[in-house]
Each structure stands twice: as structure tokens, then as C-alpha cells.
């Protein structure tokens, strides 16, 4: 019976062991540079989509402004952002939370902005018009109702989401 040995010459054990050595020492210098690299991606959302805007005993029948800021994460540069919702009690009791923006250009729209049209809300940068419920009035400048957010109210406390389109009417 042959014995096969298997040998190493001194040349190739020195190879292996750089070879692992350097290996070693690549991984450990890239992988901190890939994980800062996709960092983001691997960050968990923050808590949902729903935000605190408002106690419900505070929302009338008069569609009032109310304001909340988000902290908003792009890539690395994280940032406060403001936003707005015109909200409101309908006839119904329910409540309605418009989007401020115009669906025409983007501008800022006021409820009852316009002094002859107390019961709308009113567009300044081309006099666009929104009845009530946000539906577009029709022959002025916007082509569609204001956006709804999305609600819930928990334990007396308006929640907001998204704001949701709801399409052309003329
Ligand atoms: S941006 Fe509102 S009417 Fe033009």
C-alpha cells in the first residue's frame, strides 16, 4: 500500500497564509463601508404613518388649520417637516381632514380666504375655489377636489396618514 503525502512546500504555505491574512484584513476593512453604504436601507420605519394632529373635542364645524411635524429621514439627512390639514365636522358628525394643497399649482388654500365667498375655501395665487367638502368649484383654476387624510381617532386624539387623491370633476 502507497502512502500519498501531501506535502507543503514552505512557497505555498507562505502563499495560503497572506492570502488568508489579507483576506481577513479586506473583510474587515469593507464591511463597515457596506453597511454605511446601505444603512438607510436598514433603518426600521418609524412608527407607522399616523400622526397625532389634534384632541377631537377641538375640531368644530369651521374647518380649522392644525399643523404637525414629522422628522423626515433622506438617505443621511435627516430634517423636521411641517405639514397641515384643514379639518373639520360635517353634518354628519364625521370628520373631514383636507389637504391645503391646491390641485392646481400647490399653493397654500385658506377657508374663507375669499371675503365673497365666506363658505369656501380659497386659493390666492389664481383665485381657485373648493367648496366645503374640498370638491372643486367649477370655472375656476383647479381641476380637482382637495385630497383627504386618511384618520383614526385613538383615545380622543386625531390621527392623520396620508393624504389620499380623489380625482378630477370636470
Ligand atoms: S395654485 Fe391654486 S389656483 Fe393656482
Redesign the pocket.
Known amino acids: 500500500m502507497s502512502e500519498k503525502k501531501q506535502q507543503v512546500s514552505r512557497r505555498q504555505f507562505l502563499n495560503y497564509t497572506l492570502t488568508g491574512v489579507g483576506g481577513f484584513m479586506a473583510a474587515g476593512m469593507l464591511a463597515p463601508m457596506v453597511r454605511f453604504a446601505i444603512d438607510p436601507v436598514l433603518q426600521a420605519s418609524s412608527g407607522g404613518d399616523m400622526h397625532a394632529v389634534v384632541d377631537v373635542s377641538e375640531i368644530t364645524t369651521e374647518p380649522q388649520r392644525f399643523d404637525w411635524t414629522i422628522e423626515q429621514v433622506d438617505a443621511w439627512y435627516t430634517s423636521d417637516v411641517t405639514h397641515s390639514a384643514w379639518v373639520y365636522k360635517d353634518d354628519n358628525d364625521e370628520i373631514v381632514a383636507l389637504s391645503p394643497t391646491?390641485?392646481?399649482?400647490?399653493?397654500a388654500?385658506n377657508w374663507a380666504g375669499d371675503p365673497d365667498h365666506p363658505d369656501q375655501f380659497f386659493?390666492?395665487?389664481?383665485?381657485?375655489?373648493y367648496y366645503k367638502d374640498g370638491v372643486n368649484v367649477p370655472n375656476?383654476?383647479?381641476n380637482a377636489a382637495l385630497d383627504l387624510f386618511e384618520f383614526e381617532v385613538r383615545e380622543g386624539t386625531l390621527y392623520l396618514g396620508n393624504a389620499i387623491e380623489r380625482g378630477g370633476d370636470n
Open positions: 391646491c390641485k392646481h399649482l400647490g399653493c388654500v386659493c390666492p395665487c389664481h383665485e381657485g375655489r375656476t383654476p383647479p
